[in-house]
């Protein structure tokens, strides 16, 4: 929908509170409203996984801030990643956590992000990612995964990623791939002894 003020934007994220299948994203006066179904919600939880087995094997500190909405009103910008993260700010977030909502005029912005591209491609999503500030993307587009860094203003395609060493997109498709052949505790050991012989 176009053409859309931005108070109608705030007031649709106040109604849909009570809905976490819908994912709203606005780009000044653009709105787009998705929802989710089990297709897309199983891989995003896989690369949750990978994310949280990595940080957790290599010592690294991490919250997860799931698909919270990202919006700067100055910048006429707000969207809801399927899964985003901190690390270097993981104790600072925990702390907020029901405190009072993100403010990312004053709060730093999630350092990674995951987008499931099933049925809509995240790509137009890219330049709010990249004006709100999130160091990384990891984009899975229904055959393989894609990491993407901000580098000067825009997103570059990387296959290690920046934020999480030494997880790498060929190797998170792999183990994508991976979780619909081994069981739950055969999948998590496959992830922790790759991330243990790299860290």
Not at 35 to 61: C, F, K
Not at 98 to 123: C, F, H
Not at 140 to 166: C, H, K, M, N, W
Request: glycine fraction near 6%; include cysteine.
């Amino acid at each position: 929908m176009h053409d859309i003020s931005w108070r109608t934007y705030e007031s649709l994220l106040e109604d849909s509170v009570g809905s976490p299948g819908t994912r709203l994203t606005y780009d000044n006066g653009t709105l787009e409203i998705m929802v989710v179904y089990i297709g897309h919600e199983d891989p995003n939880s896989v690369l949750r996984n990978i994310v949280v087995t990595t940080a957790s094997e290599t010592r690294q500190d991490w919250f997860g801030s799931g698909s919270i909405t990202l919006k700067r009103s100055e910048l006429l910008k707000g969207c809801e990643p399927d899964s985003s993260f901190y690390f270097r700010n993981a104790a600072a977030l925990r702390k907020l956590r029901g405190n009072r909502n993100l403010d990312l005029q004053i709060d730093p912005p999630p350092e990674l992000v995951i987008e499931v591209d099933i049925t809509r491609s995240s790509l137009p999503r890219f330049p709010i990612f990249a004006a709100i500030g999130v160091a990384e993307v990891w984009r899975y587009d229904g055959e393989r995964v894609r990491f993407y860094a901000l580098e000067t203003g825009t997103y570059q395609e990387v296959e290690a990623s920046i934020v999480l060493p030494p997880m790498t997109a060929t190797q998170a498709t792999r183990f994508l791939e991976l979780s619909t052949q081994l069981s739950a505790p055969e999948w998590e050991d496959a992830v922790r002894e790759w991330v243990r012989a790299r860290a």
